[in-house]
Structure formats: C-alpha cells, structure tokens
Nanobody, 124 residues
Framework: QVQLVESGGGLVQAGGSLRLSCAAS????????MGWFRQAPGKEREFVGS?????GRTSFMEGRFTISRDSAKNTVNLQMNSLKPEDTAVYYC????????????????????WGQGTQVTVSS
C-alpha cells in the first residue's frame, strides 16, 4: 500500500502562487507515475499534471504549473503560478501501481492510490 498526504493548499489572491506537496509513505517503490488532479464543485475530476517516479517524464495541462519530485523525501510538488479564480478546487495527489505511459497519465481511473485532497481557493 501507498499512503499519500497533500499539503500546502489555502486561500490566495488571483495572480498569486501556491506550492502543493504530496508526501508518500508505505511501499513507495510500488508508485510509478505521480499525478495531480483537481475537482471543483459540480465538475468532474480533471488532470493537472504528472511526473514519473524516476522524474524522467512530466506532463501537465497548464503552462502555469510545474511538477517536481524530491526522492530523498518521497515527495512530489506542484508549483502553481499566476493563479486564477477558475483554479479553485480540491487538489488531489495520486500514484499509479504500474508505469502508465504518456497516453494514460491523464486518466484518473489509472491511478491506484489517492490522497485526501487539499483545498485551493483563488479570490478575484
């Protein structure tokens, strides 16, 4: 099993930045791709970005966001810049149980492990 805990969410004004972190514990060697998703009220969960556990491949939907990992700390970070009110959502960290490949990292159902989520609110 892999346990994921997100942190770093909060309230920020439009144009500001936030850095979310996802701490992984348990049998982390099983985690391959790490993904970030978000879900706004009344909307479906959507892909934000991903990084392979080796760090060799990243994908993201927004040019304002970047993903990095710290292998020594078993954490994956999501840096969000130039935030907009439409970025308001609960942000979730997820880990796959096998390598996903670039065409599958966008799919929430491909991820086996999920954190509890952290709220990000961007005020206008």
């Amino acid at each position: 099993q892999v346990q994921l805990v997100e942190s770093g969410g909060g309230l920020v004004q439009a144009g500001g930045s936030l850095r979310l972190s996802c701490a992984a514990s348990g049998r982390t060697f099983r985690a391959y791709d790490m993904g970030w998703f978000r879900q706004a009220p009344g909307k479906e969960r959507e892909f934000v970005g991903s990084i392979s556990w080796s760090g060799g491949r990243t994908s993201f939907m927004e040019g304002r966001f970047t993903i990095s990992r710290d292998s020594a700390k078993n954490t994956v970070n999501l840096q969000m810049n130039s935030l907009k009110p439409e970025d308001t959502a609960v942000y979730y960290c997820a880990a796959s149980a096998a390598p996903l490949g670039s065409t599958r990292v966008f799919l929430a159902h491909e991820y086996a492990y999920w954190g509890q989520g952290t709220q990000v609110t961007v005020s206008s």
